[in-house]
């Protein structure tokens, strides 16, 4: 039986990683020498009218927050919802679901865009090991702009 990893022991691949260094060489590490920190994507402005989905709150909370910026007494006429990644398909859940309670009086625009991340790697033994990578990836985002239609 397979050892349990945890997420982040997950997300390591387990072979030698090779990076670029500034001279243009590059630099092999064996992952296991090294602990991977992903830093927070970074937000776009946030305004009263954004809402940033992930996948730890529950789904029900984040619909009755979407419900309630459309139909409070903020009187938002149209809210963005945020998605990254895995909870891409929660984004467009949400989004979907606030047009079938309006019965068709909402409408939707969609645009999706790469977004550029950074993860940190640590040495687990700073006396052993080398300095501190970092290493850039790319992770797919949707920006759906729910609205009501100007009459």
Do not use: W
Not at 51 to 80: P, S, W
Not at 81 to 97: C, P
């Amino acid at each position: 039986m397979a050892d349990p990893r945890s997420q982040v022991s997950a997300s390591v691949p387990q072979k030698p990683l090779g990076f670029s260094a500034s001279e243009g060489t590059t630099i092999e590490m064996d992952p296991m020498e090294y602990t991977l920190r992903k830093r927070l994507p970074r937000k776009l402005p946030k305004r009263r009218n954004d809402v940033y989905i992930n996948m730890k709150t529950d789904f029900k909370a984040q619909l009755a927050r979407c419900q309630k910026l459309l139909d409070g007494g903020a009187g938002h006429r149209e809210i963005c919802i945020h998605g990254l990644g895995l909870a891409i398909n929660r984004a467009i859940n949400i989004a979907l679901q606030l047009q079938a309670f309006s019965q068709g009086a909402l409408q939707l625009a969609a645009n999706t865009s790469t977004v550029e991340l950074i993860d940190d790697l640590e040495p687990d033994d700073p006396d052993e090991a080398g300095e501190p990578l970092t290493r850039t990836r790319n992770n797919s985002a949707i920006h759906i702009k729910v609205f009501y239609p100007s009459a």
